[in-house]
């Protein structure tokens, strides 16, 4: 059974940086990407990244890269979504995703089957 549980995140003030963690089981990293998707109440999920570690492939939405970085840890089996100079306008509730390798794009919430929890991630002004 797939599982991600995420964790790392909290209330932080702007500028600050927050890391993220996925922790993945249940699946082989080279074997699915893994999507950062997040979500404030009321609005649509929005991609961050995704990872895809059997042909290194990153990707990133165009209005986060700058300051958000994805990673991969094979040997905890973990996937880390670095977040830097956060902005209150990144307060949301953080997810990551997974589902098999290859996706079509990796960047939309429908390509992807497996979900953690969620975990907030507040910036305050």
Known sequence: EVQLV???GGLVQAGESLRLS???S???LDD???GWFRQVPGKEREAISCISTSDNVILYSDSLKDRFT???DHAKNTIYLQMNSLKPEDTAIY???ADHW???TGLVEYEYDYWGQGIQVTVSS
């Open 70 to 72: 994805i990673s991969a």
């Open 32 to 34: 699915y990407v893994i």
């Open 95 to 97: 997810f990551c995703a």
């Open 26 to 28: 249940g699946l082989t």
């Open 6 to 8: 995420e964790s790392g």
């Open 102 to 104: 290859p996706l079509i």
């Open 22 to 24: 996925c922790a993945a």
